[in-house]
């Protein structure tokens, strides 16, 4: 069989052909067709001699074999240092093997390379900063993952995530109109507490364009909310684009860079429609990577950078802070030893380190640093979509141990994690080896807490008028 | 056979060696490709060009980045062999004279006692490098034939050559040995990882200027904390 009826080389465009893959409940019909799917060579040798170019080919080539990556790779370390989780080896025996044979694999070869691509990296890059030649597994396991959804070995998950930004525009079946319909509920229900309360829609010239993660309209609503709060203490002029919303890009953990493209499209002709003068990203780690970091370069701008400064909602805020927009009330500071999650994508892979000690100088008491943080932070171990994809779910929770020692080891009684993927990993990795002392938290319900709101935001006493 | 292999084995050799590594770097260079790498090389400035040098000076240093001060052994190793292998063929004043005879020209040469030290240095990390890839688990997995053939060969040149220059014994076929076995990791160099030897500051700039560019050096700096 070439091809299957849900596993196939064809992206999905429809909502239709998404609600029948989705329909396949864990991917059952569709891993089995994938078994019997052929390899299409003449289209992988014709991807890899488009797009596998020097820099890839060199890396494989002059790979010394050292594994000096080992020790740096958190899978490795989680699996008693199985030396095939080794990056090295991963990578040479996946995309290293298919341009030794200049693409001529067969299913099981791909169906291997994507256990390896999917289950056993997150891209997290930290074996970057440890070879001495400067080979970058993370960002070679990205491009395999490319050549593998070319070919339609993906896992199930990603292929729908994929879908939905093709379908959608967002990675969960949010509409234009849930998304606006949304946007008014959390703001009469946030006017009970701050009555001026507005979650401006599609203003034209603000300071601010806000955008965020689909599972927030979706599953947390009140995190927009507190968003929306904070701006509005903060009095910043700000807005929400009813198009273009969504910043992240199950697309990227995929490896469908069309979808990619056209997701970080949607949000900068949204720019162009609302002409802010920057966009404020909220708390999500790979949304920022694929919008502000990757992200220009798959719109086609050649300088790298967005029409507009792209802020993570980190540096927003540790410039509210600074700015003193945003005031912590000194007595409501965490009290409890607290240590932060560094997401890969914004501190590793964007260098905002110095914003997020800034805000955890101002917001805690009781500070305490993971012994390998900032550049060198460990993956939380649920990131690149290796939450959501239950075919690796052991591989994950055995790699989340890593996160949980480091946690253990800082004494810490509550996890900051401004990103959603780690935040989902360290909420599951509480849940996977049963840990009842540790609690964890985006930043927003935090600063909402401690912030000193000014009394004319208040509700104003009706007895008093 | 010396006059053959001192003569115009040396030239060809040099020149397949000189040739092939440029010819790797020009290729190393057009292959590049900013929306593929999603790197902004046009665009680079100052920073890149800062991120590219630090990248390669701090990985030159011995202890100079975290990757090599968490690897005691390795590091050591790497360090004694690489300065061995880099430190010999270039400033030996036996190799000096050998090449102002071949070629006209020389670089200067250090005392022959301190040459000496780097020699035994770089066979001493060659044994440490070799006892690694024989013991760790993880890097004998990783260990190719290639591997070893490639650094016996280095440690061959290596040993040949204090053999030959404390003349310990056999001493023409040490150094007849001992220049076959350097003129064939010079003319290996170009189609085997040996490559590095050049490949090594064009991936390890590339990077740096991944990092200093498009990865943080923006908020950051341009110089990644390796």
């Not at chain 1, 001026?196 to 203003?203: A, G, R, V």
């Not at chain 2, 280095?154 to 003129?183: I, K, N, P, Q």
Request: aromatic share 10%; charged share 25%; glycine share 8%.
């Amino acid at each position: 069989m070439p091809e299957g009826i849900l596993c196939n080389r064809k992206p999905i465009n429809t909502e239709e052909d998404l609600k029948r893959l989705l329909a396949d409940k864990g991917g059952k019909q569709y891993y089995e067709e994938m078994k019997n799917m052929e390899v299409d060579v003449r289209a992988l040798q014709n991807t890899l001699e488009k797009t596998c170019k020097s820099r890839t080919r060199t890396w494989l080539e002059i790979c010394a074999h050292c594994s000096l990556c080992a020790d740096s790779c958190f899978f490795y370390k989680a699996n008693n240092r199985d030396v095939e989780q080794t990056p090295s080896y991963k990578i040479n025996t996946t995309l290293g093997e298919m341009v030794r044979r200049n693409g001529k694999v067969d299913t099981e070869f791909m169906i291997r390379a994507m256990d390896i691509a999917w289950g056993k990296c997150t891209c997290c890059n930290r074996c970057g900063n440890y070879c001495p030649h400067g080979i970058d597994v993370g960002v070679m396991m990205s491009y395999l993952r490319g050549v593998l959804y070319s070919q339609g070995f993906c896992p199930w998950e990603m292929k729908i995530g994929a879908g939905m930004h093709r379908v959608y525009r967002a990675q969960m079946d949010v509409t234009t109109e849930d998304w606006v319909d949304t946007c008014q509920w959390m703001e009469e229900e946030g006017q009970e507490q701050i009555p001026s309360l507005e979650i401006p829609i599609d203003k034209e010239d603000c300071d601010i364009m806000y955008v965020l993660n689909a599972r927030e309209p979706k599953i947390y609503p009140d995190d927009v909310q507190a968003a929306a709060m904070l701006f509005h203490i903060a009095g910043e002029k700000w807005t929400v684009p009813s198009e273009g919303w969504e910043n992240t890009s199950l697309a990227m953990f995929a490896g469908d860079w069309q979808a990619c493209a056209d997701n970080v499209k949607a949000m900068y002709s949204a720019i162009e429609r609302l002409r802010p003068k920057m966009v404020v990203e909220t708390e999500c780690g790979h949304a920022h990577r694929a919008s502000a970091v990757e992200g220009p370069y798959w719109a086609g701008q050649e300088d790298g950078k967005a029409p507009v400064p792209y802020l993570h909602y980190v540096e927003w805020l540790a410039n509210a802070i600074r700015d003193g927009k945003i005031k912590i009330d000194p007595a409501k500071k965490i009290k409890e030893p607290c240590t932060l999650q560094d997401s890969c994508n914004y501190i590793r892979n964007h260098g905002l380190e110095k914003h997020t000690r800034y805000i955890m100088s101002q917001i805690a008491e009781d500070f305490r640093e993971m012994e390998e943080h900032g550049a060198h932070n460990y993956c939380c171990g649920g990131g690149g979509g290796m939450n959501g994809i239950g075919r690796y779910r052991e591989e994950r929770d055995r790699g989340l141990f890593m996160k949980l020692q480091q946690i253990r080891e800082t004494g810490a009684t509550l996890v900051i994690s401004p990103c959603h993927n780690c935040w989902d990993a360290i909420r599951d990795t509480m849940e996977v080896y049963e840990v009842h002392d540790i609690k964890w938290s985006f930043l927003k319900p935090l600063i909402l807490d401690m912030c000193i709101i000014p009394d004319h935001l208040k509700p104003q006493d009706e007895d008093e008028e | 056979m010396i006059e053959l292999l001192s003569g115009p084995l040396f030239k060809i050799s040099l020149l397949v060696f000189t040739v092939g590594l440029i010819f790797r770097l020009v290729q190393y260079v057009r292959g590049l490709d900013w929306r593929l790498e999603r790197v902004a090389y046009s665009h680079m400035g100052k920073a890149g060009v800062i991120g590219a040098i630090w990248s390669v000076l701090t990985w030159i240093l011995p202890f100079g980045t975290r990757g090599w001060r968490t690897q005691g052994f390795a590091t050591i190793a790497f360090f004694f062999f690489h300065l061995g292998v880099v430190i010999c063929p270039l400033f030996l004043a036996g190799h000096m004279v050998f090449m102002k005879d071949a070629l006209g020209f020389s670089f200067p040469s250090l005392p022959v006692a301190v040459g000496d030290v780097f020699a035994m240095l770089g066979v001493l990390g060659g044994v440490m490098l070799l006892a690694r890839r024989i013991t760790l688990p993880q890097v004998r997995f990783l260990t190719d034939r290639k591997d070893i053939a490639l650094l016996a060969l280095c440690l061959l040149t290596l040993v040949t050559g204090m053999v030959a220059r404390f003349d310990l014994f056999a001493y023409d076929f040490m150094l007849g040995l001992h220049m076959l076995s350097g003129e064939l990791i010079l003319i290996l160099a170009p189609f085997t990882k040996l490559s590095h030897m050049a490949l090594f500051f064009a991936s390890r700039a590339q990077l740096g200027i991944d990092f200093a560019v498009k990865r943080g050096g923006a908020s950051r700096g341009p110089a990644f904390p390796w």
